[in-house]
């Protein structure tokens, strides 16, 4: 089964738009919003998005686990997720992979 950014981790993602937009994150590249409706700002911000979404997992903690409030995604969300990264992060049917720099 295939997995796209729309509809698959946009939807994923939905209830937590609005809180994580308060949040940025500074790299070697600059600082970016964190704004898990937008396709560019979730594929530029990928590996830290898995890191933070696999926080609440044994052995896997970290600092800032996503979504905060000590209530994690289901496993399945997870692993779609890790799949649609897999799949080379395809914004939807019949697109491209990305082909951006992930920071």
Same mark, same amino acid.
């Given at each position: ?6 509809? +698959? @981790?946009?939807?994923i ?8 937009? %308060?949040?940025? @994150?500074a790299?070697?590249q600059?600082?970016?919003? *964190? ?14 998005? !898995? @890191?933070?979404i696999?926080g609440?997992?044994?052995? !896997? %903690?970290?600092a ?8 994690? *995604?289901p +496993?399945r969300? @997870?692993q !779609?997720?890790? +799949?649609? *990264?897999?799949?080379?992060m395809?914004e939807k %049917?019949?697109?491209?992979?990305? %082909?951006?720099?992930i920071?």
């Amino acid at each position: 089964m295939s997995v796209y950014f729309d509809p +698959d @981790i946009k939807n994923i993602f939905a209830p937590y738009v609005q809180p994580m937009l %308060e949040v940025s @994150i500074a790299t070697d590249q600059g600082t970016f919003s *964190l704004d898990l409706s937008n396709y560019e700002s979730v594929c530029r911000l990928s590996q830290r998005i !898995k @890191i933070a979404i696999e926080g609440y997992m044994p052995g !896997k %903690e970290t600092a800032h686990p996503m979504p905060p409030g000590n209530n994690p *995604l289901p +496993d399945r969300d @997870i692993q !779609k997720y890790n +799949d649609w *990264l897999d799949a080379g992060m395809p914004e939807k %049917e019949g697109a491209e992979t990305f %082909e951006g720099v992930i920071v």
